[in-house]
């Protein structure tokens, strides 16, 4: 999966690839790009793309270690999750976890083009409550059909928001 | 610069994050039809894709032919059956992944049904035939060139791995 994506990537024109072998290593990156980015070999990373199912540590764990570790470099990062799972529950589990997109398996290159253009164009703001941090799960152009959860405004003394 | 930062009253319960899009300033800005990603480059992508199409069935073989070297090894060494089937499990899950996106869901689909077959903890007689006779499936795909589902002969295969499956898996 790895080499057929790094194929469609470097076709679509970006620039520069970095690999890991599963989430451990790819932990290491991230954090060595913190303290020794010459060592690291990369200085930023703009996108993460993970397969979901890889050994010892899978995707769902290194979406974990991004958006809420101290160490992980940017918390903000767009997460990109490749996956063959298809279960609306495996699904609900990555988004709870702030996952940016899904990419299914199998893909092909317009999958991948479509995915990197809602990543670029579209991206969400993010939201930070006690129970979450990651992209807004609403998509702001979606119009809410399902029961009210949303008890604040922006407008309203406990939200905050910030802009950089 | 907050909203709340002026009259702060009380504790911040939801905080929303609206940050400067660089990825797109990075992308150049984009525009049109297809966003940042320009026509020819997509073009040229699905190009090299093809070209891999037309290339997946030598390479996925060399896929096959090792999993053939690990069930042979599996009944030569029992004592190495755990370390092999991890190695089993890891070409599957390639396998599984690539199939389908090379006009070959066969492949995926016994790709997927042997990455389960060989999430065992201890690998019995039972297993190592039933991994045999998933590579015999994948390798009837590739030698016959059954893309797509197959048709017929992709039914055939597909009742012949299960009823393989349900007879080792009643076995032991």
Known sequence: MRSLMTIALKALGVGMIKTADDGGEAIEILRLMSTDPMKAGVMSIDIILSNWQMSPVDGLMLLRWVRRHKESPDRFIPFLMVTGYADREKVMEARELGITEILAKPFSVQNVADRLIQVIERPRQFVHTSSYFGPDRRRQEMPYSGEERRKLTEEDEGVEVVYD | MTKAAAGNKKRVQVRYYKLRNRLKEKAGGGGGARGTIAADALEAAEAEFEKMAEDYP???????????????RCVDTPEDRTKLFKRVNEVAHDMRGQGGTFGYPLISHFGDSLYEASRVETVLDSHVEILKA??????????????????????????????????????E
């Open chain 2, 58 to 72: 030598d390479w996925v073989q060399t896929h096959i032919n090792e999993l053939y070297t690990f069930h042979r």
């Open chain 2, 134 to 171: 998933h590579v015999d499936a994948m390798n009837a795909v590739i030698k016959g060139r059954v893309n797509g589902d197959g048709g017929e002969v992709g039914i055939e295969l597909r009742k012949t791995l299960e009823t393989a499956i349900e007879k080792y898996s009643t076995a």
